[in-house]
């Protein structure tokens, strides 16, 4: 968490701030420790920002940005600085725009070369040139179960549990079966509800579980309407939405994995 649905809903809200003069970025903690790094965006124009997987690329004239927002991590406009956070990026004819981390797991990479981390990543699961038979060949190729597979960012970008248990309850998928031993008939269906779950997600502006400051919000400080209509996860004990039987919940590789046992058997 965040997940592709609400990375992506960040940056577009961020567009704002496309074509706009960085004046400066200011370092509130030490762990970030990119003061100088950042120093090196200074007076730039930000030419465009857009995600790859769970990644943001704030494209500058001569450097790029890349954030991943980890667990907890942030972008708000909001009138002051408060205590979780760690950097302010102030431009001209805007109001600062302040990175809030409750977690301090965020990270900021300043590189010239951002294909570099964008090659290890794998397909993009909305992109249009993505198929169900790559989605099949890719899970084929991997013997471990298929939660893990789809939540391995080298194979699927942007996948994470919230959106796999999601899409594994409506393919009906038990998410501890072998990747390996799906039918490409499975793998259509399931590549038809990880689009229709992230989808889902985008259109609801992304999953705020929970009450806490560290939930996901929207830079304008909003919270996402998608955990009201998830199936599955974070329902443990509640009725699934088809069959009725109660969603079950598991420590699934440090995990909790949320699956309907009767729907999704093995």
């Known amino acids: 968490m965040p ?74 406009i909001k009138p002051k600085k408060e205590k979780h ?22 990270t900021f990479l300043i ?61 009906a998928l038990h998410p501890q079966r072998k990747s390996s031993s799906i039918s490409f008939a499975e793998a259509k269906i399931l590549f038809f509800a990880i689009r229709e779950v992230l989808q889902k997600g985008l259109d609801q502006g992304g999953t705020s579980l929970g009450k806490g400051n560290a939930n996901f919000h929207a830079i304008n400080g909003q919270t996402g309407k998608n955990q009201n209509h998830l199936w599955v996860y974070a329902r443990e004990k509640q009725p699934c939405p088809i069959c009725k039987n109660p969603i079950q919940k598991i420590a699934f590789q440090q995990r909790g994995t949320h699956f309907c046992p009767l729907c999704q058997g093995i």
């Open 85 to 106: 956070d760690r950097a302010t990026f102030f431009f001209f004819d805007q109001p600062p725009l302040f990175f809030k981390d409750t977690r301090r797991f965020g």
């Open 3 to 76: 997940e592709l649905p609400e990375v992506q809903t960040t940056v577009n809200q961020l567009k704002v701030f496309e074509k706009k003069h960085l004046i400066k970025v200011k370092v509130h903690d030490f762990k970030l420790n990119t003061q100088k790094a950042l120093d090196s965006l200074k007076d730039q124009i930000l030419l465009s920002i857009t995600r790859r997987g769970k990644y943001m690329h704030f494209a500058f004239e001569n450097r790029s940005l890349i954030v991943h927002l980890r667990m907890t991590g942030q972008f708000l």
């Open 111 to 171: 590189t010239n070369k951002p294909e570099e981390v964008f090659q290890k990543l794998g397909k993009e699961p909305l992109d249009p040139c993505f198929t169900p038979e790559e989605l099949y060949q890719l899970l084929l190729s991997r013997k471990q179960p298929l939660k893990a597979a789809l939540l391995d960012q080298t194979l699927i970008a942007g996948l994470g549990n919230i959106y796999t248990d999601e899409a594994l309850w409506k393919a």
